[in-house]
C-alpha cells in the first residue's frame, strides 16, 4: 500500500484502474506561494518542486510508506502559465487563448519515504488545439462546468475535454496527471507490487 498525496480525481482513477492499493492523502501545499517564490522557473522544474513538496509534506507523518506526489504545469506557446480556472468566465478566457494553438502539460511524479524525496520523474506532453468558436467554447463549458473547475487546462481528456484537441503528441497517462508507467515501474522495482 502507498500514500498518494493528493485528492485527484483523476490521479486516483489512473491508480484505482492500475490495481494499486493506496490511501489517498491530501497535502495542503501553498501551491500559489511556491509558484510566486519560484516566478520565472520552468514549467518542468515548477511541476517537479510541487510534486516533490506534496510528497515530503505528507510523508513527514507517514512513517515507512511510499507518499507519491504528483502535479501539473500547462504552459502556453508564448510561456504563459495556466492555473485552473477561478470561474466560468476564466475558463472561457483560457479556451480562448488556447484557441487554435498548442500548449505543454508537464507531469511530474515524486515519491518520498521519511519525509525525503527518493524517486521522481517529470514527462511532457503537448497538446494542439483545434480552432474553437465561441460558441463552441459556450457549448462545452455548458457540459464541463463546474467539473473543469479543478482542471488546468480546462479539460478532462477522458471526456468532452478530448474534442479540443487536433493532435496530441505524449503519453495519455502524462496528460491525465501523472507518469504513470514509470510510477508503477518503480513500485515494482522496490516491491510495493508484485512483479
Not at 86 to 107: D, I, Q
Request: proline content about 6%; hydrophobic content about 45%.
Amino acid at each position: 500500500m502507498i500514500i498518494l498525496a493528493s485528492q485527484s480525481a483523476s490521479r486516483r482513477a489512473m491508480l484505482d484502474a492500475a490495481g494499486v492499493a493506496y490511501e489517498a492523502v491530501p497535502a495542503r501545499v501553498d501551491e500559489a506561494g511556491v509558484k510566486a517564490a519560484m516566478a520565472g522557473a520552468s514549467p518542468r522544474d515548477l511541476s517537479d518542486a510541487l510534486a516533490e513538496m506534496k510528497a515530503v509534506k505528507v510523508s513527514a507523518n507517514a512513517g515507512p510508506v511510499p507518499v507519491l506526489g504528483s502535479d501539473s504545469i500547462v504552459a502556453l506557446a508564448d510561456g504563459t502559465l495556466l492555473d485552473k480556472p477561478e470561474s466560468r468566465e476564466e475558463a472561457a478566457e483560457h479556451l480562448a487563448r488556447m484557441s487554435g494553438g498548442s500548449h505543454e502539460l508537464w507531469s511530474a511524479a515524486v515519491i518520498a519515504e521519511h519525509g525525503r524525496p527518493v524517486w521522481r520523474h517529470v514527462e511532457r506532453a503537448k497538446l494542439h488545439v483545434r480552432p474553437l468558436s465561441p460558441a463552441f467554447i459556450d457549448s462545452y463549458l455548458d457540459q464541463e462546468w463546474p467539473a473543469i473547475s479543478g482542471c488546468v487546462g480546462c479539460f478532462r481528456i477522458e471526456g468532452p475535454g478530448v474534442q479540443l484537441f487536433s493532435r496530441i503528441e505524449g503519453s495519455h497517462f502524462t496528460i491525465l496527471g501523472m507518469p504513470l508507467l514509470l510510477v508503477l515501474g518503480y513500485l515494482r522495482e522496490r516491491g510495493w507490487m508484485s512483479a
